[in-house]
């Protein structure tokens, strides 16, 4: 039997909680519409994953909610929720051109950060954005700098600073990053922009989610005082990856899982052989609170 903490905050931010809210209602709507035989009956799509959480992602698979990724797959007159990482202006233009009703759940700040790289391209900023290539919330932003014909650079480390391409005597430079980053590790980086660039130019509040901030400061603090961390999150995740990331410089043994499945027997021995007795559990930001508890019950019953 194990001594479990359960780190204060964890799981859903608001971002996500309006997101599974907004494509809850939309999928009961087309359900409803569907089983009365209505003329106005349409199927419900999303493009690119509501959140990245496979077990939220099957369980609206299972309610008939189908998620697509590729944006010339987008069919013609259904319903088509933008996810919570937000959208490009291209593919908004590609999905109203089909006909489709739009049902936008991109979380408030992410618009926020949205808005801000409008801003910035349309007043002549080259921006600098801090993120994860590949990720959804970065290709919405990018999309906007593009649809206005501005100028960007995409950076991921302190190293790739030194590979920009721009002057350091550049009068409009600005930064903006993404909302799920590693706060420690941006202000590092930040701050190096800052010396490279003295005149570069700074988001009035935090680009980072407050939530992220939040479960970051907690977990930072709950590692220190446990053998073990588990966070819950799927590997897609920036936001769980990034509270893996926190708690590895805390803690010597920490565990990250998609679901309670990955406590096997064999987890549990794995443990045991490490000497663990005390676990801090904490879960990204669009983790429901159901694999939480029961990742706990399959540890207290081991």
């Not at 003329?39 to 299972?62: A, C, G, L, M, P």
């Not at 991921?156 to 980053?181: C, F, G, R, V, Y």
């Not at 930072?220 to 920036?238: E, L």
Request: overall charge negative; aromatic content about 6%.
């Amino acid at each position: 039997m194990f001594e479990i903490i359960l780190v204060e905050p964890r799981g859903y931010c608001q971002g996500v909680k309006r997101a599974i809210e907004i494509l809850e209602n939309t999928a009961n709507e087309s359900n409803t519409a569907n089983e009365s035989n209505e003329d106005n009956q349409k199927s419900t799509f999303v493009f690119n994953e509501i959140v990245h959480n496979s077990y939220i992602v099957r369980t609206f698979e299972e309610k008939g909610v189908t998620f697509i990724k590729d944006p010339y797959m987008i069919p013609t007159d259904s319903k088509l929720v933008f996810s919570a990482h937000g959208i490009s202006p291209q593919i908004r233009s590609l999905a109203l051109d089909k006909n489709n009703e739009i049902i936008d759940a991109t979380c408030p700040l992410v618009n926020k950060v949205h808005k801000e790289a409008i801003k910035l391209a349309q007043d002549g900023y080259h921006i600098i954005y801090i993120g994860h290539n590949g990720h959804d919330e970065l290709r919405g932003v990018v999309g906007e700098i593009e649809e206005i014909g501005g100028t960007y650079s995409i950076i991921e480390t302190l190293e790739d600073i030194n590979d920009l391409d721009i002057q350091s005597n550049s009068e409009k430079i600005a930064w903006l990053s993404q909302t799920t980053l590693n706060v420690a590790d941006t202000k590092i980086i930040t701050d190096e922009l800052k010396r490279v660039f003295p005149q570069i130019v700074t988001p009035k509040s935090s680009d980072i989610c407050y939530a992220t901030t939040d479960r970051q400061l907690a977990i930072s603090k709950a590692a220190t005082d446990v053998d073990a961390v588990i966070v819950i999150g799927s590997p897609n995740s920036s936001n769980s990856k990034r509270l893996t990331e926190v708690a590895n410089d805390h803690c010597e043994n920490v565990f990250m899982i998609d679901t309670p499945a990955e406590i096997t027997d064999q987890f549990i021995k794995n443990l045991e052989e490490l000497q663990i007795k005390i676990i801090a559990i904490t879960s990204g930001a669009s983790v429901p609170e159901i694999l939480v508890q029961e990742t706990v019950q399959k540890l207290n019953h081991s």
